[in-house]
């Protein structure tokens, strides 16, 4: 009998942690399964697998780009660079000697040396000066106002003692000025520059040339030879009814390429008023 009763308690015993045994092992999968519920998956390597994204829906409606608002192009006044001076003691001192000679019969209080700006060849703006009589003085601050408005190229612009006041030379390098004390060339009367009265404009492409009584031509400057023929297309050709002749005829100048004997093409002269 107490044999019988050992073996139902053992029977018992074991039946009582066959029952504990799944019910811990059903507990610890219920419990693993709420832990790895929403986190990241175990690879086989070890390392936390990356999601993949979730595809990104494009925008209903496209971003207008703005227009970009254009620079503002600077525009500079240069109405103030252009006025004039009696001749002072520096400016004396520059042209004593050269253009201004000893001996010289105009008054330098006749005289007006006027400061201008100009373009250039280059097509960029440049600072010119030249020196003439005070008659013409209010003319021809207007007349360079005039061509500079208009974009006319002009090389040069400078007082011609910068050349020693040797008028060939600063003719071959095509520089435009106004007053020089001196004759005519080929003759003892004097020129309309001695009185500053007269103005050369862009020499070497508008000579002065003319035939001589023993058949020879007469050129100035020397180096002009290939501007001769005014039939050719050039741009900084003087010809009549073009822009600069029209603004220096409106200003009462006559013009050296409508002489009859002889040819002047880049010069403008005025009488005095």
């Known amino acids: 009998m107490a044999k019988k009763i050992f ?6 015993l074991l039946t009582g942690l066959l029952i504990f045994s799944i019910y811990m ?28 994204p ?8 496209v971003t207008p780009t703005p227009t ?33 000679p000893e001996g010289a019969t105009i008054e330098l209080d006749d005289l007006r040396w006027l400061h201008v700006m100009h373009y250039g060849f280059d ?3 440049h600072e010119g000066e030249l020196i003439v009589n005070h008659s013409v003085a209010h003319d021809v601050l207007e007349i360079f106002r005039e061509l500079f408005d208009i974009k006319y190229p002009i090389e040069k612009i400078r007082l011609i003692d910068e050349y020693n006041a040797e008028d060939e030379a600063s003719m071959e390098d095509n520089n435009s000025s106004a007053f020089c004390y001196r ?48 039939e050719a297309d050039n741009p900084y050709y003087i010809k009549k009814d073009d822009a600069c002749y029209e603004i220096f005829i409106n200003h009462g100048f006559t013009w050296g390429g409508e002489w009859k004997s002889k040819k002047d093409y880049q010069h403008f002269e005025k009488a005095p008023e």
């Not at 979730?54 to 409606?61: I, L, N, R």
């Not at 608002?69 to 520059?94: C, G, H, K, N």
């Open 7 to 12: 073996y139902i308690f053992i029977l018992t």
């Open 25 to 52: 092992m059903v507990k610890y999968y219920k419990e693993a399964s709420q832990e790895n519920d929403g986190k990241p998956i175990i690879q086989e390597t070890g390392n936390v697998g990356t999601p993949t």
């Open 54 to 61: 979730s595809p990104t829906e494009a925008p209903s409606f």
């Open 68 to 100: 970009p608002i254009p620079t503002p192009t600077t525009v500079i006044d240069y109405s103030s660079q252009f006025y004039m001076t009696r001749i002072t003691a520096d400016i004396l001192e520059r042209i004593q000697g050269k253009s201004y």
């Open 123 to 125: 097509g960029e703006v």
């Open 183 to 230: 004759t005519i060339a080929e003759s003892s009367t004097l020129s309309n520059h001695a009185l500053g009265l007269a103005i050369d404009i862009n020499p070497l492409y508008n000579p002065y040339v003319y035939d001589r009584k023993d058949g020879t031509t007469f050129l100035q400057p020397e180096n002009a030879g290939d501007y001769v023929d005014r």
